[in-house]
């Protein structure tokens, strides 16, 4: 498999897992583990920045996992810079996961304020990875600000509806000139291994792992399908049937 | 620049895997979506000839799908035959003794009249031979003040420019620019153009790269068939068209492929493409990229271009003269290229209604430049 790389650094495995939801942190930890994962991402406001042996911080820390400290909660740009500010003083690390949904009901993202922030930030010498909409033409505005990755949504967050957006993320996929990373929806393996199949660069799952009946092995179906998926787009899908015609009413011209 | 990128990909080592394309090979691209560059290759290889049915079937649904049944027109206007090169194969290297002609502002706008006579062109080609001293960015400025009162679409085709060139050209009117690379057969390039600045392949081909940063909105690549192995080239090209869209992603694009015939002048194109060749690979071109815009120019016979208005072109000339002031001042002058389509502009529109497809004269206003 191709390597992945994200802000100078390289990742084996494409999967990219969440931490919210689980029914404990010892839980969170050992589905951690099993999905093979090196980028965890870790909501800002669940962290308590005053206890370094914050018990969350304890179950993830790992010299193979990357940090990815998200900005869940702000509703604008302002709000985001500040709490990547914080991220970065807490975590020691420059990557950010952008993430501003003022709308409380669906998490939608913002668009306006994700490119704004996302300016800012790449100026201030983040490693941006922006949550946002399928929606290709905000994938370019965003690259062309300096994002690291992008990361359109599937379907809306925790829905578990697999990739709603399918049309839109194919013209992200052949358009981007960065790491394409579905977020958001994806709810089960198959639908992971079908993001990978079409040429994602990664994906990233939380909710369908945390509330999985079991959410160890469903890391280990993620990490699976995510390999999977990978091998077969690296490999070259085959085709779908094409039917045979015997004449050739539209070429007949050329004989 | 497009030019580091290229660099990746050698020449031989293309060909031989455009050969080696098996029928498996082909069938995968056609049931693709989207096709990858090799998916390309696989249907410009000798073993999609046996596909031509489906490929015409496929090319002209996206055709369709994209652009309706419709068929832009476009006509060029040659205003200076002056040039400092000499490639091989063209009616203006500077060693051919012909009388060289650069029109003066009154001689351009009295083109623009005799066009305008000639049918409704909006979409006018300015077309200069590359002298940047006689006929430099000056100049091209100024023609393009000219014709803007008579066309709402400009595009030129003069030699390449730098980024602020066509930058100042886009702020003056300009619409779009074309650019043949003609061969992105790197090693053999120079063979074919030894002196003056078309000798410099990088500057050449990077020249897309700077009209993509001017913002300039259409950019036209051309592969001059004749050359090299058209599989190979034409496959550069559908490389350097895929590596620009992802760079210059609010351009629009077009690709035309004018083929030599052995019979036009003192040379001798090195591989003759057949009429058979030449619809595989445009229906490549449209299955491979379906919003690209493909033009066929009067070089090609009015039974041909009937045809592929319906299977995957979309943009075509009429009427052309090409040689300057051919429409009124020296209707008699040497012509670039042999015109193989000779029919007026209102014949080439009945013909393609004919064929059940809308003459599209004007598809831009330029209220919106």
């Known amino acids: 498999m191709n390597e992945l790389i994200i802000g100078g650094r390289t990742f084996h495995s494409r999967l990219f897992v969440g931490t919210g939801k689980f029914s404990s942190n010892e839980l969170m930890s050992r589905a951690i583990k099993a999905s093979g994962t090196e980028m965890v991402t870790i909501a800002m406001k669940r962290i308590d920045m005053e206890n370094p042996q914050d018990d969350m911080l304890v179950h993830i820390r790992r010299p193979e996992i990357q940090l990815l400290p998200n900005t869940s909660g702000v509703r604008d740009a302002d709000e985001a810079v500040l709490a990547a500010q914080l991220a970065r003083e807490a975590f020691g690390t420059n990557f950010i996961k952008l993430e501003i949904h003022p709308d409380p009901k669906y998490l939608l993202p913002d668009p306006v304020e994700t490119l704004h922030a996302t300016e800012r930030l790449v100026k201030m010498g983040f490693v941006v990875l922006p949550y946002i909409q399928a929606d290709p033409v905000l994938c370019k505005r965003l690259e062309e600000a300096g994002a690291a990755t992008v990361m359109p949504l599937a379907a809306p967050i925790g829905t578990n509806k697999g990739l709603v957006t399918r049309e839109l993320l194919g013209i992200i996929i052949e358009q981007s000139n960065v790491p394409v990373v579905v977020d958001a929806g994806l709810g089960a393996p198959s639908h992971a291994a079908e993001a990978m199949e079409m040429g994602a660069d990664a994906v990233l799952v939380n909710t369908a792992i945390a509330v999985a009946g079991d959410p160890v092995r469903m890391a280990a179906a993620f990490a699976q399908a995510v390999v999977a998926g990978r091998e077969a787009y690296e490999a070259g899908l085959g085709a779908q049937a094409q039917c045979a015609e015997a004449s050739s009413p539209l070429t007949s011209f050329l004989d | ?369």
């Open chain 2, 1 to 369: 620049m497009f030019s580091e990128e290229l660099e990746k990909y050698d020449w031989e080592e293309t060909s031989r895997k455009i050969r080696e394309k098996r029928p498996a090979d082909v069938e995968r691209a056609l049931g693709r979506e989207r096709l990858t560059l090799d998916d390309f290759m696989a249907l410009v290889s000798p073993a999609a000839a046996a596909y031509l049915e489906p490929m015409a079937r496929l090319s002209r649904r996206y055709t369709q799908e994209r652009f309706g049944k419709t068929i832009s027109m476009y006509i060029p206007m040659y205003i200076t035959n002056s040039c400092t090169n000499s490639c091989v194969y063209c009616g203006f290297n500077r060693h051919n003794a012909i009388p060289r002609v650069i029109l003066t502002p009154e001689q351009i706008e009295a083109e623009c009249r005799a066009i305008r006579q000639l049918g409704p062109f909006e979409n006018l080609l300015l077309v200069t031979g590359e002298n940047p001293r006689d006929a430099g960015v000056d100049y091209i400025e100024q023609a393009l003040h000219i014709c803007r009162p008579y066309f709402n679409n400009l595009t030129i085709e003069v030699m390449p420019l730098a980024s602020e060139e066509y930058a100042r050209l886009t702020r003056s009117g300009l619409n779009g620019v074309v650019c043949f690379q003609e061969t992105y057969n790197r090693a053999n390039y120079k063979r074919y153009h030894p002196a003056g600045m078309k000798s410099r392949f990088e500057w050449r081909v990077n020249g897309f790269d700077r009209m993509g940063q001017a913002g300039v909105h259409k950019i036209g690549m051309g592969v001059l068939i004749g050359l090299e192995e058209w599989r190979t080239d034409v496959t550069m090209m559908a490389l350097h068209l895929q590596y620009l869209r992802k760079h210059y992603w609010k351009t629009r694009y077009s690709v035309n492929f004018p083929r030599m015939r052995p019979s036009e002048g003192h040379f001798q194109p090195n591989v003759v493409m057949s009429d058979r060749e030449l619809a595989q690979l445009t229906f490549a071109f449209r299955i491979f990229d379906h919003d690209v815009d493909i033009s066929f120019s009067t070089r090609e016979n009015p039974r041909f271009r009937n045809h592929i208005a319906t299977l995957g072109a979309t943009s075509m000339s009429a009427g052309s003269k090409t040689d300057p002031g051919g429409y009124v001042t020296y209707p008699q002058s040497l012509e670039q290229f042999t015109v193989s389509d000779e029919r007026t502009p209102a014949e080439v529109e009945a013909d393609i209604r004919r064929e059940g497809y809308e003459v599209v004269w004007k598809d831009w206003d330029k209220i919106f430049d």
